[in-house]
């Protein structure tokens, strides 16, 4: 069996409509960030949804026996004084799970206080045997800075990690292109759980577990551009005379069959993640389901455009392949 | 050519061989039977992250302010008695800001006349731990402990203080507690209980009774802090403190109680060599008798001779436990009556056995996992990862056909080879970690297109099946390689930097990512020369 029998799409021509494409899903990113940005929620103002881990405070997962009645539940942590409780269902409903969280807390010395209020509330509401406590986090926010930290520390030296292989086995502009495109992942990605929180999907949070994931697409992105670029540099080194653009789409065409089938393969595998992988998961998956389509689409919609435009802008006018075939190290 | 292959399959083989046992038994001799069937033998070397057993991890900060504290305190002590010995006049000897610079002394007043011999007392004495400036020109000398020391406190007080929370944590019967510095050089403790669900009780027996102390009463009981203040004249003198009285004490009253003590015990933490639960034989109270170490006896022993008639507050984490009256002159044994509760006995004289904690403790992040939670996640990720690697195998069946065995052979030795790793290693499989196993799986089936795909199109190309393989793994590898360096690099920086759960999901993608570059480029060669060895002439490679 075999999809993709001697494809020619003329990939570099359709370069405005991908650019467009690229732009509505940056832009609408970005406005719903702005968006999310303009409306503080419990006190803490950020781009997107973020997990406990980021925001600090205090997370609750509560197991009822009945079936929960937010209403009732408010009323419980108000009557008990507790403000700026957010409470949301948890997972599927009929697990009759809620999640209850509470703003950052200041003052370390009282970091465990809400959850005992929490506790105490519902006691008082609803009787010891109807609920257990499944789940909590409580961050404080000396740790609360030291994963944001961590974070934005591991997805720099990720890019740069990148960028220097990248110069080492091709050309400084691969690596640049690369970046570019995986960048661009990168916002999609996260602008992605701005979006759907604008739409009302509650639930989809940046943790730390998260940002794996989008470390992981970053390398997926990485991956899937290397492939392409490969297969440019072998063709460059078979074909000198070959105009640039041709020889690109050629490069594309070629590795078009093993792109669609690796991404629709591992689609696969995140799908299933997403769909069977339970609640704590399900940012992780989300974010993983969204990259790897972005970063299958980057590879050929941005990457390999931008080796050709700089190209071009390099060589002035003409269309020669004068790209430099990169050093190919002996492995 | 024949040779040679069958001298892989062996190899291939032995791997598999290895990397199952290893999955099994990890690094232990193997014994079969027995009452554990064989899968939760899987279970045992593979150890289980927090998210996944359910359990309590905790990030606690060490105040090492306070050891600190308790280090210039008896440096104070120990220079009046200096000067004194040397027969020279200061006013007096304190700490201006005892909270926020602890390692800070003041001598002030100073004789000017005597301000050379007490500056060489000092040097004499001091000069190795402390800098030493002054005379200033309002008579004061400035003691100051020198960063380095502090800093070597600073580390020695989180080491014992993970000693400590290692013994109390003992008494909970936790298997496999993790208890260790955390972060970089922040004084920080992470404590990790799988299988505990109750964090108060955790809570309780780590630090709730930080420091037993008995100190001098200057005065008390009042009903507020307002009052206590006013009874020393609106503001505190840097060498007294307040302190409230706890709830359960001797008076049996529930109202709060403010003292005016001073700050400097008279004994506390380490001077205590023992502490057992008594009963008063009058009153049937429970007590605490305690006995001092002898150098605290000699110190116990002036201090109330000298003091007959004053009270003192016996202290337990920060609160007075029990006012007393010195009847008499004490060394080094005695009874301490406050209204304790059995928990609060119990835990006191652990305590005292094992150490008091030599700083107090501040919760910075605290998460709890139920077990329900735990068992559901795993439910959730073995389904996930099933169902996965169903999609892909059938896939590459149905794809690739005859070459689509090869992939699923390459992929199940795979799992293997991961599974063996984790088994050797020891290492923690967290809920990412098993995404990690999925996300292998999936980028690992990549590495077989690659190479596959490259074959159809040599054979397309017209070359002969044997020359479709070689040339098919040759471009491929370049390709293959550059991919999986750029995910490990990826996995390692999660690693660094990354808590718990994301480092599993670390190792899990490099372990599996290195067996892949095993499986899919060897094994897979392996298969395919086996196959094109018995092709007939004219038939091509199924693929």
């Known amino acids: 069996m075999e999809f993709f029998h001697s494809v020619s799409v003329d990939w570099l021509g359709k370069k405005w409509y991908f650019l467009a494409f690229s732009l509505i899903f940056s832009v609408s990113g970005i406005i719903s960030m702005a968006v999310h940005w303009a409306h503080p929620q419990g006190g803490f103002r950020s781009p997107v949804p973020l997990g406990v881990d980021f925001r600090g405070g205090t997370q609750v997962a509560v197991q009822f026996t009945q079936p929960p009645n937010i209403e009732q539940i408010r009323q419980a ?39 005992q209020q929490i506790e105490d509330a519902l006691r008082a509401k609803f009787g010891d045997n109807s609920f257990q406590i499944v789940n909590v986090a409580v961050v404080g926010p000396t740790v609360g800075k030291q994963l944001e930290k961590q974070a934005v520390l591991a997805t720099l030296y990720s890019l740069l990690g990148m960028l220097i292989y990248l110069w080492f086995r091709f050309q400084l502009i691969y690596g640049v292109a690369a970046v570019v495109a995986c ?20 639930g989809l949070e940046i943790s730390l577990t998260v940002i794996a994931a989008i470390l992981t697409l970053v390398g997926y992105s990485m991956n899937d551009t290397i492939v392409v670029f490969d297969r440019i540099r072998e063709n460059l080194r078979l074909s000198r005379r070959e105009p640039l653009p041709d020889l690109v789409n050629r490069s594309i065409n070629q590795t078009l069959s093993r792109t669609v089938l690796t991404s629709g393969l591992t689609f696969l595998t995140v799908l299933s993640l997403f769909i069977f992988g339970g609640p704590v998961l399900r940012g992780f998956s989300f974010a993983l389901v969204v990259g790897i389509l972005i970063g299958t689409y980057s590879s050929i919609a941005i990457a390999a455009p931008m080796l050709v435009a700089w190209q071009q802008w390099r060589a002035g006018a003409g269309n020669i392949a004068v790209l430099p075939a990169a050093r190919r190290s002996k492995i | 050519m024949k040779k040679n292959l069958k001298q892989k399959i062996i190899i291939i083989i032995g791997v598999l061989v290895v990397f199952l046992y290893g999955a099994f038994f990890g690094f232990d001799a193997p014994s079969l039977g027995g009452d554990q069937p064989l899968v939760s033998k899987l279970t045992q070397h593979i150890h289980l992250g927090l998210d996944l057993q359910g359990g309590v991890h905790l990030i606690l900060e060490v105040k090492v302010k306070e050891a600190v504290n308790t280090e210039t305190d008896n440096t104070v002590a120990r220079i009046e008695q200096d000067l004194k010995t040397g027969k020279l006049g200061f ?60 800093k070597a406190l600073d580390d020695k007080t989180v080491q014992n203080t993970i000693e400590v929370i290692r013994d109390r944590v003992d008494s909970l019967g936790v298997s496999e507690p993790i208890i260790q510095q955390y972060g970089l050089g922040d004084n920080q403790i992470l404590v990790e209980l799988p299988g505990i669900s109750d964090i108060d009780r955790v809570k309780t027996i780590i630090s709730s009774t930080a420091r037993l102390e008995i100190h001098a009463v200057v005065g008390g009981p009042y009903p507020d802090e307002q009052a206590a203040l006013a009874s020393v004249g609106g503001t505190l003198p840097p060498d007294d403190e307040l302190v409230h009285g706890s709830g359960s004490m001797a008076n049996g009253s529930d109202a709060d109680s403010v003292y005016v003590l001073q700050r400097v015990a008279i004994v506390a933490g380490t001077d205590f060599r023992s502490a057992d639960p008594g009963t008063d034989s009058n009153t049937g109270q429970r007590t605490v008798h305690f006995t001092l170490t002898n150098e ?44 304790f509760s059995q928990d609060e006995v119990t835990i006191l004289s652990k305590m005292l056995r094992t150490g008091a904690l030599p700083a107090s403790l501040n919760y910075l992040e605290d998460r709890t996992v139920g077990a329900s939670l735990g068992a559901d996640s795993i439910k959730q990720g073995v389904t996930a990862a099933v169902v996965g690697v169903l999609v892909v195998m059938v896939f590459m069946l149905i794809y690739y056909r005859g070459s689509g065995i090869n992939a699923d052979l390459a992929l199940f030795l795979n799992l293997v080879i991961l599974l063996g790793f984790m088994g050797f290693s020891g290492a923690t499989l967290t809920l990412p970690g098993i995404a990690g196993v999925i996300l292998t799986i999936g980028m690992g089936v990549d590495s077989n297109v690659l190479i596959f795909e490259r074959i159809r199109e040599e054979m397309r190309a017209g070359k002969a099946p044997s020359a479709a393989v070689d040339q098919g793994f040759a471009h491929a590898w370049t390709t293959i390689f550059d991919t999986h360096v750029t995910t490990i690099v990826s996995a390692a920086i999660l690693f660094l930097f990354g808590s718990g759960p994301v480092k599993g999901f670390a190792v899990t993608l490099t372990f599996g990512l290195a067996a892949n570059l095993f499986t899919a480029v060897y094994v897979s060669r392996v298969i395919f020369d086996a196959h094109v060895n018995n092709l007939k002439p004219g038939e091509v490679v199924s693929i």
């Open chain 1, 77 to 115: 942590t108000a009557a008990a004084g507790i403000r700026d409780v957010s409470i949301v269902n948890y997972d599927v409903a009929s697990k009759h799970e809620v999640l209850i969280s509470l703003p950052e807390q200041h003052l370390e010395s009282a970091l465990d206080t809400g959850r």
């Open chain 2, 91 to 150: 006013a007096q000897v304190v700490k201006p800001d005892p909270e926020h610079h602890p390692e800070m002394i003041r001598i002030e007043g100073v004789n000017p006349a005597q301000t050379g011999a007490a500056r060489s007392i000092l040097d004499s004495k001091y000069s190795n731990e402390y800098d030493i400036s002054g005379p200033a020109s309002d008579n004061s000398f400035t003691v100051t402990m020198k960063p380095n020391i502090e």
């Open chain 2, 296 to 339: 605290a006896g000699d110190k116990f022993w002036d201090y109330t001779s000298q003091n007959v008639g004053h009270s003192m507050a016996v202290v337990l984490g920060g609160r007075v436990k029990e006012v007393a009256n010195i009847e008499s002159a004490i060394r080094d044994s005695g009874e301490i009556r406050g209204s």
């Open chain 1, 183 to 202: 960048f661009h992942d990168t916002l999609i990605t996260i602008g992605a759980f701005a979006l759907l929180d604008s739409f009302g999907v509650k």
